[in-house]
């Protein structure tokens, strides 16, 4: 999803945290982040950090390993590896939900500018992909996880043009939805709060009144 409009909002991101500090040290279970690793975390240039010397790091924040502050220094390269790198372990449901642990959303207003900007063009760019509905349901669980309002990214799978998506993604999740009351991504947390949203907007009639026909159907 490398479009001019992701990679301009990828560097909006690097601009927002520009003045935030490399860490000295970061501190956790040696089993999960060796002392190499560290080292290379924070002496390395942040943009030539690759996918490997953040793969251990970015699954692991918050459970075993780091930080806030040192979260943020790494987070502008976790993202721009984990939206423009496809299959990248942790998934971008992982990545996007240790921003919520984070607590992101009271920090300062033109960072949460920039990762909001940096979301939008990068569903934007989801719904032009080669596998629209599989990408949107990663972008809408993730989302989801980091605590954002999902009105508007579900909003544009209502659009004319999004509407084989929308059915795409009506069918990912129809199964789930009638035999557990549960979105299928298995990376939504054991409290469907969160997904509740998501949930409620494809039982709804102008969903329903979209979706059925591509399965030749009229909705209840």
Not at 157 to 169: R, V
Not at 175 to 202: V, Y
Request: glycine share 6%; aromatic share 10%.
């Amino acid at each position: 999803m490398n479009t001019p409009e992701v990679l301009s909002a990828i560097e909006s991101v690097y601009e927002a945290f520009r003045h935030t500090p490399r860490p000295p040290r970061i501190e956790g279970c040696s089993c999960c982040l060796s002392p190499d690793q560290i080292c290379r975390l924070v002496t390395s240039n942040l943009r030539q950090l690759s996918p490997e010397d953040l793969t251990d790091y970015a699954s692991s924040i918050f459970l075993t390993v780091g930080d806030t502050s040192d979260f943020r220094y790494l987070l502008p390269r976790i993202l721009e590896i984990s939206i423009t790198t496809r299959w990248w372990f942790p998934d971008l449901e992982i990545v996007l939900g240790k921003l919520d642990l984070a607590g992101w959303v009271n920090w300062a207003i033109g960072e949460r500018t920039a990762l909001e900007g940096l979301f939008k063009a990068s569903f934007e760019a989801a719904l032009e992909s080669d596998d629209p509905a599989w990408c949107v349901d990663g972008w809408i669980c993730g989302l989801g996880r980091a605590g954002l309002d999902l009105s508007p990214f579900l909003a544009q799978l209502l659009q004319p043009a999004n509407h084989m998506t929308l059915g795409e993604y009506f069918s990912m999740n129809a199964g789930s939805l009638a035999k557990k009351g549960r979105l299928c991504n298995p990376f939504w947390p054991d409290d469907p709060t969160r997904e509740l949203q998501a949930i409620e907007f494809l039982q709804s009639t102008i969903v329903q009144v979209i979706v059925w026909p591509q399965f030749g159907a009229r909705p209840s």
